[in-house]
């Protein structure tokens, strides 16, 4: 193989190289703007999902709530009728006094259903803020591997062409080509 053809063999393995090598690089950031892409979707779905858990806390509250006020009424009932089978007046003295302690309690508990209920769905609104923030997060890290891909490709090409002209020029110069 004469001079020249090792000459213009060089030059083309330096520009497949070159090229090879920035289209690996894209890639590889084009694998990664993928991978962050996906992870911002499961962040989108879990905040959805966390949503969706928020208004199951506050109907489950409810739910609770609506069988104490049965128990509560129930309980309620028992003692006035206890009251009245004791033979104690109804509703003065200590009589009223109990049923207006009842009634205190069970508001009370009542508050306190609702409140828990109340808790659980904030801790799940907070943490789908927390997914949509993470999935804003993902898609800015997928948006920047593509742009650095981009400039990559763009740097290898534009470094395998100074290499391939530094070598062209060398051989155009020594007479090899």
Do not use: C, P
Not at 14 to 25: D, N, P, R
Not at 35 to 56: E, H, P
Not at 76 to 99: C, P, R
Not at 113 to 123: G, S
Request: proline share 0%; glycine share 12%; no cysteine.
């Amino acid at each position: 193989m004469g001079t020249a053809a090792l000459a213009a063999t060089s030059i083309g393995s330096s520009l497949i190289g070159g090229i090879m090598q920035g289209v690996g690089a894209k890639g590889q950031y084009d694998a990664q703007a993928s991978m962050y892409g996906y992870q911002a979707q499961v962040s989108q779905i879990n905040s959805q999902i966390d949503l969706q858990n928020a208004d199951y806390a506050k109907q489950q509250g409810e739910n609770q709530a609506t069988v104490y006020v049965m128990k509560a009424g129930q309980e309620f009932g028992k003692i006035k009728a206890t009251q009245g089978a004791s033979g104690v007046a109804i509703g003065s003295g200590s009589s009223a006094d109990v049923l207006t302690s009842q009634r205190k309690v069970t508001g009370m508990d009542l508050d306190q259903i609702r409140a828990n209920a109340a808790k659980t769905a904030y801790d799940f609104d907070v943490q789908s803020t927390q997914d949509l923030n993470q999935a804003g997060l993902y898609k800015q890290a997928s948006s920047n591997a593509t742009s650095a891909g981009n400039i990559a490709l763009a740097s290898s090409l534009v470094s395998t062409a100074g290499n391939v002209s530094s070598k062209w020029l060398s051989a155009t110069t020594s007479g090899t080509l």
